[in-house]
Each structure stands twice: as C-alpha cells, then as structure tokens.
C-alpha cells in the first residue's frame, strides 16, 4: 500500500481536461515539494513537475501542479493520446531521509 | 544531456546476489545525489536506497535495508546496488534516478530487469 493516495485511473476525452489527485498527510506532503512523474508504456518514467507546481524546461505548459495543505493535483489541458500513460506523485521527506509515492493512476484518452 | 545507463540485472535464485551498476554522464557527478527505485511487473514505483552526494550518506527502505548496499564511484561516474539474499518479491526493474533535487527525481535511466527465481 502506497505512502500517497492516487486514483487508479482516470478517464478523457481528446482536447478536454483531467486533474489527477495525490493525497498525504501532514507527515509528507504537508510540508514537502511534490513532484509529478509520467511513464509511457514500456518507459522510464520523466519528471513533469517539480516543486509542487514547477516544469522542468521541455514539458509543456499544458502540464500544471498545484498543492493545498495535505494534497496535491496534476492538471493535465489540451489532452492528446500521446498523453496516455501512468502518472506518479510522489516527493522525498527531507526529515526521514525516505522517498515515498503514490500508486499511479492511468489515464486514457478515449 | 543527462544519461544514466543501467546494467547487471538477470535471473538469480532466491538468496542469490547481483551487482547493478549505473554510468552516469553529461553532468558533475559526484555534486549530486543518486538514488534507486525500482517497479515489480504490473506495479508502481518503489524507492529503494540513495546515497547523498555532499554528506556520503547512505539511505534504504525498509524493505531492502540489511540486505542491499548502495554505494558510488566519483572517479567513474558510477552508483551501484548491490542486492543480496534476493527474494521473489525483489522481482523488478530497477531505476537509477538521479536526486532526490528539490524532492524529486530528475532523470532516470531506461532500467534493468532482476528476476528472482528457482
């Protein structure tokens, strides 16, 4: 079971808008950066954003982040198929010295 | 650019041993901290161990903490894992990233597959 809390999966059709939820508690998201990561079918995953709500130069500002207390929210506008593929919250507690995630969520693009 | 190539897995029977190793280039190395995450088939991400790049630390989750050793090479630009008394569980790809910087980790190598089994 994961540290962080995500939607399995989620759904959307092409050109409209998904958000993808990360929850915590008050231990690690609370008062951590959060960083999104996506992985393509068969790859590696990237870094989409770090810092809660910062890209990284190369991703699109289609991607977007933000965080409220115990939770985070990828925002994913535009949707492209190419956008299918697993997303991952997660962040690293500075105060436990451990890297924790969330269990992913797929998001298909109908 | 940013590469990290990963080697060394394979099939290994349980209470087995490997050594992964992991190239690092396109940045200064040894200023950085490296970690390891791997991903069992079908299954999410799951931090594994980094070593700091300043302080020479050393950090494992408890999962693998007593039986895998992380460790570098600045003079290769190169991180290790050493993974020992390998269980089936260990089955997984198993990333280099580079950071944790700023809490994330941003890059991360294509992986290399350890399997455990009889």
């Known amino acids: 079971q994961s540290v962080l809390t995500q939607p399995p999966s989620v759904s959307a059709a092409p050109g409209q808008e998904v958000t993808i939820s990360c929850s915590g508690s008050?231990?690690?998201?609370?008062?951590?950066?959060v960083a999104w990561y996506q992985q393509l079918p068969g790859t590696a995953p990237k870094l989409l954003i770090y810092?809660?709500?910062k890209r990284p130069s190369g991703i699109p500002d289609r991607f977007s982040g933000s965080e409220s207390g115990t939770s985070a929210t990828l925002g994913i506008t535009g949707l492209q198929t190419g956008d299918e593929a697993f997303y991952y919250c997660?962040?690293?507690?500075?105060?436990?010295?451990?890297?924790?995630f969330g269990g992913g969520t797929k998001l298909t693009v109908l | 650019e940013v590469q990290l190539l990963e080697s060394g897995g394979g099939l290994v029977q349980p209470g087995g041993s490997l050594r992964l190793s992991c190239a690092a280039s396109?940045?200064?190395?040894?200023?950085?901290?490296m970690s390891w995450v791997r991903q069992a088939p079908g299954k999410g991400l799951e931090w594994v161990a980094t070593?700091?790049?300043?302080?020479?630390?050393?950090y494992y989750a408890d999962s693998v903490k007593g039986r895998f050793s992380i460790s570098r090479d600045n003079s290769k630009n190169t991180l290790y894992l050493q993974v020992s008394s390998l269980r089936p569980e260990d089955t997984a790809v198993y990333f280099c990233?580079?950071?944790?910087?700023?809490?994330?980790?941003?890059?991360w190598g294509q992986g290399t597959l350890v399997t455990v089994s009889s």
């Open positions: 008050s231990s690690n998201i609370g008062n951590k950066y």
């Open positions: 396109g940045f200064t190395f040894s200023s950085y901290t």
């Open positions: 810092e809660n709500n």
């Open positions: 997660g962040t690293w507690d500075r105060s436990l010295s451990v890297g924790v």
């Open positions: 990233a580079k950071g944790p910087v700023a809490d994330a980790f941003d890059h």
């Open positions: 070593f700091s790049g300043n302080i020479l630390n050393s």
